[in-house]
């Protein structure tokens, strides 16, 4: 089977190729720069400038995970349109390639296509702060608006018979990039900090739980729809602090206050200081088996 892969030599891109390649498939990546993509991706990927140089190639499923990092730059207004665009343009391009094959019946038959947490927006903290399922409805803010947008182009495959199962996902962790490439540095140097009050949610998940999440919204033909891409067990960003620090042997005495991140991140450090505490209902609903259900247990895998 050929899988097509936008963002196919990110951090989770570049493992899902190699469990793919080791199961015996046929892997297409779409890449801007084709020479360095394949430095990281695994022997005989192929690699192309566009998804729409693959009509050659009908890939029998798509997996878009596209998009410049949300966090490296502070949201200017130019910051924002390059944050939207890189993920639509990636995914309207996934949309004409359906298009395009569609016409001579060779149309993907599913598209996993990518989404965050920040769907929801900021849905409070502390103890009483709702769970947040597929079925929560979100708090209109920039991070909820740039995920709407990404998930409504994603919605035109549908209209070329495509099934559409997008994935919300949770910060995630593992050694060696994501989130944990940036916080281990001052954490090892016992200079880990809480944000704010601690108190937003961090839903998380392990790469290796993510990978598979995708690998099973490919193969189980009845899913549809969003489903969050996150373990059962969200944390607030103290709890996770106080995790790392433990798991490191390291003390985390001390807070950032709020207004030193608006300070110095502006809009952008709404990422930091809310949250949202979401769940994989529908995962777990259709039985998805976690390997790292805990965050312990992905730490003390990781670190």
């Known amino acids: 089977m050929r899988v097509l892969i936008t963002g196919g030599s990110g951090f989770v891109g570049q493992r899902l190729c190699r469990r793919l390649v080791d199961a015996g498939h046929r892997v297409q990546v779409v890449s801007r720069?084709?020479?360095?993509?394949?430095?990281?991706?695994?022997?005989?990927?192929?690699?192309?400038?566009?998804a729409l140089d693959?009509?050659?190639?009908?890939?029998?499923?798509?997996?878009?995970?596209?998009?410049?990092?949300?966090?490296?730059?502070?949201?200017?207004?130019?910051?924002k349109e390059r944050l939207i665009d890189s993920r639509i343009n990636a995914t309207r391009e996934l949309v004409m390639l359906c298009e395009q094959l569609s016409q001579t019946a060779k149309a993907p038959r599913v598209l996993v296509s990518g989404s965050a947490m920040g769907f929801y927006g900021d849905q409070g903290g502390g103890e009483d702060a709702p769970t947040v399922t597929e079925q929560t409805a979100p708090h209109d803010e920039f991070a909820h608006r740039l995920c709407k947008r990404w998930e409504q182009a994603a919605a035109g495959v549908k209209d070329f018979g495509v099934r559409l199962a997008i994935l919300r996902t949770g910060l995630v962790l593992d050694e060696g990039g994501?989130?944990?490439?940036?916080?281990?540095?001052?954490?090892?140097?016992?200079?880990?900090?809480?944000?704010?009050k601690g108190d937003q949610y961090m839903p998380w998940i392990h790469r290796e739980d993510l990978v598979e999440m995708i690998l099973w919204l490919i193969e189980k033909e009845h899913l549809s729809g969003p489903f969050n891409g996150s373990a059962p067990e969200p944390v607030t960003n103290r709890e996770f602090t106080e995790a790392?620090?433990?798991h490191l042997k390291r003390p985390t005495p001390f807070p950032v206050p709020a207004m030193v991140l608006e300070t110095a991140f502006g809009e952008m450090s709404r990422l930091l200081l809310t949250g949202a505490r979401m769940v994989p209902q529908r995962f777990e609903e259709e039985g998805f088996s976690f390997r790292y259900p805990t965050l312990d247990k992905a730490l003390d895998d990781i670190l």
């Open 33 to 50: 720069s084709p020479a360095q993509a394949a430095k990281v991706l695994p022997e005989g990927a192929d690699v192309r400038v566009s």
């Open 54 to 79: 693959f009509v050659d190639a009908p890939p029998g499923v798509l997996v878009n995970l596209a998009g410049e990092p949300i966090a490296d730059k502070r949201w200017s207004d130019t910051q």
């Open 178 to 196: 994501g989130m944990l490439k940036k916080l281990l540095p001052p954490f090892k140097l016992g200079l880990g900090v809480r944000l704010g």
């Open 244 to 246: 790392i620090g433990r």
